[in-house]
């Protein structure tokens, strides 16, 4: 071991076995510490988890075709002619097509609906897609966790695994009433905790009927042989309207809207993060100038020993970065058994309510707990420096 | 070196403060040299210069002028980082308020300076063993400082300062803290490592009494020894 790591060493034990004599302002710079990454952790989180909710629903293999100029599904609007000219297309342009040459699609159309779950509670609004029969196996990793799918013509209705937990009435068998009538619920489905599981599925003409939007549709799905067919799937689209069109993958669709809200979260998270860091970090600096204070004597008389200044400040340095250490380790521990897992909802980019978990991942804890290194190891700069500056006179003059 | 030069050579030796903006010259040409071997007893009143110069011939200090020589060492033409390498190999301090680090036990704190040296642990050991069996605190090592008297604290501060053999030995005030029959006992110890073990002493102190255990006692005053004579 060097002579200077050794010397490093031996004065971070002497400052570390001297703490409890700080214990009050010790602890008060690991709290704050910790309050801050736990925050950060929490905005992250949810971040995190409203992304992973999004993600979890895009596969790169199917293709949403819209209308319109527009990138998202509401606003979106493909003319029948358009649909009928594609299907009528003979010849591979990228699309899978069933055993009876047809194209492996669903119209859809998103309606978004008022809901209140009980009496003296807030109205939600909650999405109803209208789809074709073919619209749940156009969709990856979805799988019916109870019940069956909705028939044809029928005021039935598939729940969302989010909706059905989150929200009273739509146990299988149940009648919900949504907008002016009433549906049925018959079943329920998964897909791994992503933003289909806050989505309510129905039969496409009983939707439009519902809901007077006949002959409306907003997006088109299409299977792709794979991800790379979409260009030529966009190059067919170019002349079968006059409507432009556009395909974009399902997987990028759902990653745009998730990092845009993503981005407004963290948006808000970040600086209050740094805010409260900036404090935390006056507070860790006053926290280790009042540790070189009280370890004037120890520290002058290990120089006068002979000692060097290059480890009087790299144990200043040390001590600060390791309760820095401890408060992140606490803040990342809070967030991680008050935060993952937790069920939260916002509104997606359909305007309906979409419920998500925050997610306490690993580069959440990695970013969160850098921000507390960081505010220990800028706390500490200050009086690692003043450590070495210390008059060695002060050890010959010592009181006990 | 050869073995007619003096082990401690001070030559010219200035050194001043400001305060309030007012410079205050503490010594102005100042000469001392003191041989291999001796005990010396520096005296004087507050404000006379004996922490000046004992924080100077510790590499603590620096003089702003003239020359400063210990062995074979100019310590006026050391940086910080070299004396503090310096004292490490060549001197002890005993401090008049023992200067232990509380969280470290009796061999913990002896042990300090050796840390400072390409030693092993059990070689390391084996010296603490040996000094405070010399200083008589044989079977006191996971003693911590609080549980010792003030007189136990001093001989652990003194067999700090003689673990890694130095050869030079300097105290301030080494029994300023302590009562008489504590301090008889350090001043005996002191006068022991002097004429058994051979090191050269210089001690700061106010207490007459003390200074008589010194071959020599000098008399700082304003700077300059006015007075130098063999102790009694």
Redesign the interface.
Known sequence: MSNHIKQTFIMSRANLFSLPRRLAISTSMVLSVALVVAVLAGFLAMSKGFEQALEGAGSSDIAVVLGGGTNQEMGSDIPADAIRNLQAMSGDFGVTRDAAGSLIASREIIVTIGFTPEADTLPRTLALRGMDASGPLIRDGVTLSDGRLFRPSAREIVVGARIAADFPGFEIGETVRLGALDWTVVGHFASNGSAFESEIWADLETTRAAFDRQGQVQSLRLRLHDASSLSSLNVQLQNISQTRLLAVSEANLYAAQAGRTADIIQLFGWPLALLMAIGATAGALNTMMSSVADRTVEIATLRALGFSRLSACLATWFEAIALACIGAVLGILASWLGFNGWQASTVGANNASIGFQLSVTGDVMLNAGLLGLAIGALGGAIPAFAATRLPLTAALRASG | MTNTQPYISIRHLQKGYKIGGEAISIFDGLDLDIPNGDFVAIMGPSGSGK?TL??ML?G??RPDAGELRIGNSYLNQMG??AR??????NMG?V?????L????NAAENVE??L??KPLSAKDRRDRVRKVLDLVGLSGRERQYPSMMSGGQQQRVGIA?AIVSDPGLLLC?EPTG?LDRKSADDVLQMLRFLNQELGKTIIMVTHDPEAAKYAKRVLHLDKGNFVEEKRAA
């Open positions: 922490s004992l924080n510790a603590i200090d910080e980082g503090a390498s310096w004292r490490a190999h301090i401090f008049q308020f023992y200067n680090l509380p969280m470290l300090l300076p840390l400072l700090r301030d803290d």
